[in-house]
């Protein structure tokens, strides 16, 4: 049997005749409206399509982009980063994290920083890499700083399983994982930030289902469209909002049905719910004190908990002077109002968090305005 290869999967979804119907498509249904659709992307990987695909620009005379809360990176606090930093520090310690989070710079530097001075810090592409990590150095203890939204917790909630089953006594873990829902909600108590519609994140849908964004629906009658991150998946999407303003109704619907159901994957979801449980608060860059917005460990898990087995202080770290990350993050303001964007915040010497990371919005603005 030939082997599917992975371009067939998405290259249908790149097709510029198909891109080009869609986009007229929705000209044509939009040309009665008075005024231009405020839709906010919220995840960064939505806004790297648009920005990508020149999404942005073939129907700019329908819609605004507002960009979202929806980068894991860009959204960290620098006193979470400190602790990282902090832990890093610490004698017989690997530290262990994804993405682009060693180069995010905090009140005490970045980990990469650190690792320059140092300390053993590695990038991961799995969670479960650390166990090879764990069995190879049997003296150190190993603290896994996680991070990312409902797309990303069961990873960390498999490798706890893996770490139980195995008896493994040198893994920690440091919790960073966030939800979806509370910074749209907060985003939209914000009386500076006007949204129409939303187009909701798809990977993290899978996860948690559609479900999770009826309350834009019933609550505040916004538009709310799960839409893949193929340009033509956006466009669809996007098309199917255009469907709601013009009718005036607020619905809530998936473009992305190939992935996700309304329920989610409900094995990731109980392994979750078996490990950890709601913060109180969560301190979220640029919207800030968020309540019930990120998860922790259960108590049953304290001993894995390097929040509890280590003392780290809780700081209020301020933005680098000049650096409006936090209002990009929030809807506020996007990145070509940054009197530092292109000058000196760059990919290659990035000042705030929107730039550092490859999901950030001002790297997308920078990496795909021809500014590289």
């Known amino acids: ?46 806004t790297h399509s648009i920005m990508k695909y020149g999404i942005n620009q073939l129907i700019e005379e329908v819609f605004e982009f507002i960009h ?24 017989n310690v690997i530290l262990a994290t994804l993405g682009d989070m060693i180069r995010i710079p905090s009140s005490k530097g970045s980990l990469s920083d650190a690792r320059s001075k140092g300390a053993d810090v590695r990038f991961v592409y799995s969670p479960l890499d650390l166990l090879k990590i764990a069995k190879e150095n049997p003296n150190k ?24 089953r195995e008896g493994i006594k040198n893994i920690l873990f440091h919790i960073n994982h966030v939800l979806v829902p509370p910074p749209m909600e907060a985003i939209l108590q914000n009386q500076d930030v006007h949204i129409d519609a939303f187009i ?20 505040y009658r916004i538009p709310t469209v799960v839409a893949g991150f193929e340009p033509v998946d956006l466009l669809e999407g996007l098309w199917m909002i255009v469907q709601q303003v013009k009718h005036r109704e607020a619905r809530l619907e998936n473009q992305y049905k190939r992935s ?99 999901e950030g919005v001002c790297n997308a603005y920078f990496r795909y305005g021809n500014l590289l």
């Open 1 to 46: 049997m030939k082997m599917l290869e992975l371009k067939q999967l998405y290259q249908g979804f790149r097709d510029p005749k198909s891109i080009l119907a869609w986009s007229e498509k929705i000209k044509q249904e939009a040309k009665d409206l008075k005024c231009k659709i405020r839709v906010m992307e919220v995840c960064g990987g939505h």
């Open 68 to 91: 979202g809360p929806g980068c894991p990176v860009c959204i960290m606090p620098k006193n979470r980063i400190n602790h990282a930093v902090l832990l890093a520090q610490e004698e």
């Open 141 to 164: 203890t190993v603290i896994y700083f996680a991070i990312g939204f409902e797309t990303t917790t069961p990873m960390s909630a498999a490798l706890l399983e893996r770490v139980e």
């Open 200 to 219: 909701a994140p798809s990977h993290v849908s899978v996860i948690a289902g559609s479900k999770i964004y009826e309350p834009f629906v019933s609550k």
């Open 260 to 358: 996700v159901s309304f329920e989610g994957n409900l094995l990731a979801q109980e392994k979750i719910e078996h490990y950890f449980e709601l913060r109180e608060s969560f301190m979220w860059r640029g919207i800030g004190e968020i309540p019930y917005s990120a998860l922790r460990l259960k108590e049953k898990f304290a001993q894995y908990d390097a929040e509890r087995v280590y003392d780290l202080p809780y700081e209020v770290v301020k933005e680098p002077k000049g650096c409006i990350c936090p209002q990009i993050i929030s809807g506020v303001a996007k990145p070509l109002s940054c009197k530092l964007f292109g000058i000196v915040c760059k990919p290659t010497s990035p000042i705030g968090s929107c730039m550092v990371s490859s």
